[in-house]
């Protein structure tokens, strides 16, 4: 197949994997969230602190070493799994060890008897990090999108089943337990890897030069996102907690999802390119002008929608979610285009100026972290879309000097979609005003109005991002047919 059609099949099934994946997830959510109460969404939320951060630790950015290197022998692949292993184990015993004094500093005593048992799930997940690697190398995210399919629906079940037998914040252990456990288990079935027995010295210090600025980079970047879980939880409360979590997990479907979509194919295909200038940009610049038209139509959209869709789905005891959401909706709208740019760096092996980069933005996010304990949770998210742009300026400026696509480029070339969204939006915000219809139609008018108008209006005005990407759907589906 030709670089395109490569392409073409990779974000094909990127999206069928992702959407299928969010789907089945965004309805055990919604079924879970009326079971269970905010306080047990937010004692979970606490907890994911932890496992997050530890699992920045067990990939160490090797992953991201593996798919950057051009050629990669069984060595390479087999001192990485082993480390992984290692370290998750390690990792493990660190959070079994810590569960009472993580109990104590949140002061939520349920939380000495679930890190230990969450936390196995490191070991887990650390089976299967691999063979993930591997596919994804090769753009093979037709069997990822087989596997990832199984877990989740059969992890909700599981964990359905189990919130109604009355397990409460258990069935959200199951949840997670469950799938990492079915993941591993099929990647160890469905692909032909096996790791040797040996462990290089060599690979290791070779991967190392790159991944060990990927694994500070990525423990910065985990440690800051889920810091302001703990601020939360630890000066305000489990319940504040739950809904901050819930608003943050319905803004990161659109934006991190079709963030996964794209990233993860884009970055192995442009890695291809890193000695292509030429291609690499002109791949680049068209990537980042359609990504962030769906983008900005999703979140922007998402602001418009929030109230119907949260009195929808998960009823009125999670109504004080709303304005987080919307405001959390400004934050994720830039987290595409910052995650694109950062892609540039890695491309071109530059992981110490991401490192840099790392370091510095988060040293201006501490801030944000402060007026949100003084001034609340609102203020704090405020800040949050502030560092964002800020973030994103840095982001672009680096990586564009690259690939000789500016910061001011960019803008120019993402603003008509920017502009498009915010009138869409507008538009369709009114009819959530409208107290005569329940919810569910009112969520279903907004909706349709959003798909209509966004098609109506790209089609009167045949909008390149929008024809790009109805192209590349249109020429999928005659492939398949």
């Known amino acids: ?77 087999s001192t990485v799994f082993f480390f992984n292993l290692s370290v998750s184990m390690l990792f493990y015993l660190l959070l079994a060890v810590s569960s009472g004094s993580i109990s104590s500093f949140f002061k939520e005593p349920q939380l000495k008897s679930l890190i230990p048992v969450i936390g196995t799930g490191l070991i887990i ?54 799938r990492f456990t079915i993941n591993s288990l099929f990647l160890w079935i469905w692909t032909q890897w096996r790791p040797s027995r040996a462990f290089s010295k060599q690979s290791f210090t070779g991967l190392f030069s790159f991944g060990s600025k990927m694994l500070l980079s990525g423990l910065i970047d985990s440690l800051f996102k889920n810091i302001y879980y703990m601020a939360i939880g630890k000066y305000f409360s489990a319940v504040e907690l739950g809904y901050y979590t819930r608003a943050d997990q319905f803004q990161s479907l659109p934006s991190q999802r079709l963030n996964d979509i794209i990233s993860r194919v884009s970055f192995p295909v442009l890695s291809g390119l890193q000695d292509d200038k030429v291609r690499l940009k002109a791949g680049y610049q068209k990537l980042i002008r359609s990504t962030m038209f769906l983008t900005f139509v999703a979140m922007l959209g998402l602001v418009a929608v929030s109230k119907s869709l949260i009195l929808t789905l998960i009823g009125e005891k ?4 709303v304005v987080y959401l919307q405001l959390l909706c400004l934050v994720g709208m830039f987290y595409p285009l910052h995650s694109l740019n950062l892609n540039i760096l890695q491309i071109h092996g530059r992981s110490d100026l991401f490192l840099k980069l790392e370091i510095f933005k988060k040293i201006l996010a501490a801030p944000v972290i402060l007026c949100g304990i003084f001034w609340g949770i609102k203020v704090m998210i405020i800040g949050m879309i502030l560092n964002a742009m800020i973030e994103t300026f840095l982001d672009s400026y680096w990586s564009g000097k690259f690939v000789g696509y500016s910061f001011s480029r960019q803008i120019r070339d993402i603003l008509p979609s920017f502009f498009l969204a915010t009138v869409i939006s507008l538009m369709i915000w009114p009819i959530s005003l409208i107290t005569a219809f329940p919810p569910f139609w009112v969520l279903t008018l907004q909706l349709s109005g959003l798909i209509f108008l966004t098609i109506g209006i790209c089609e009167f005005l045949k909008f390149q991002e929008y024809q790009n990407i109805r192209n590349i759907i249109v020429e999928k589906l005659k492939s398949r047919s």
């Open 318 to 321: 999670w109504l004080p979610t």
């Open 1 to 77: 197949m030709s670089l395109k059609q490569i392409t073409v099949n990779g974000l094909f099934w990127s999206f069928i994997d992702s959407f299928s994946n969010t789907s089945v997830q965004f309805v055990v959510g919604i079924i879970l969230a009326r079971l269970l109460s905010p306080a047990e969404f937010g004692v979970i939320g606490m907890v994911s602190i932890f496992i997050a951060v530890s699992q920045s630790f067990i990939d160490g950015g090797f992953s991201n070493a593996l798919i950057q290197k051009k050629e990669c022998t069984s060595a390479d692949y």
């Open 125 to 178: 997940n650390a089976f299967g990090i691999i063979q993930r690697t591997i596919l994804t190398k090769n753009i093979n995210f037709k069997l990822q999108t087989r596997i990832s399919v199984i877990a989740s629906t059969t992890s909700g079940i599981f964990a359905i089943g189990t919130a109604c037998a009355g397990f409460g914040i258990w069935s959200l252990v199951v949840l997670s337990l469950s």
